[in-house]
């Protein structure tokens, strides 16, 4: 593991605390279950779970590979670091989830 990645978990630990309040514990928890799905979606499907907005918990295949994505164009967009962007590969389009509702088993 290299050290810049170790930042970024930090750097999303400390957002989360700031954000929330609750335990660094906690935060840090989230912060590695983010790291370790963000690193298995580049390479393969995978399922997951979240508690959406309206508090009910939704399960998800995604991916992020681009060799399992459909090709797309880029468009200029205001980058949001607090949610994580997927492709769902049951309803074949983008998703997003808020990175501190990601569920930890």
């Known amino acids: 593991m290299k050290t810049s990645e170790l930042k ?7 957002q989360f ?11 840090l928890k989230k912060a590695w279950a983010n790291y370790k799905l963000k690193k298995a ?8 779970y979240f ?8 399960e998800a295949w995604g991916t992020i ?6 090709q797309t164009t880029e468009k200029e ?3 949001n670091e607090t949610v994580q962007v997927y492709f769902d ?3 074949k389009e983008f998703r997003c989830f808020k990175k501190f509702n990601l569920m930890v088993s």
């Open 89 to 91: 590969t049951e309803v």
């Open 51 to 58: 508690q959406k907005v309206d508090g009910s918990i939704r």
């Open 41 to 48: 979606m580049q390479t393969k499907i995978v399922r997951f």
């Open 8 to 14: 970024q978990i930090m750097q999303l630990a400390w």
């Open 65 to 70: 590979c681009p060799a399992l994505i459909p």
């Open 77 to 79: 967009r205001k980058r």
């Open 17 to 27: 605390f700031k954000q929330t309040g609750y335990k660094f514990s906690e935060c």
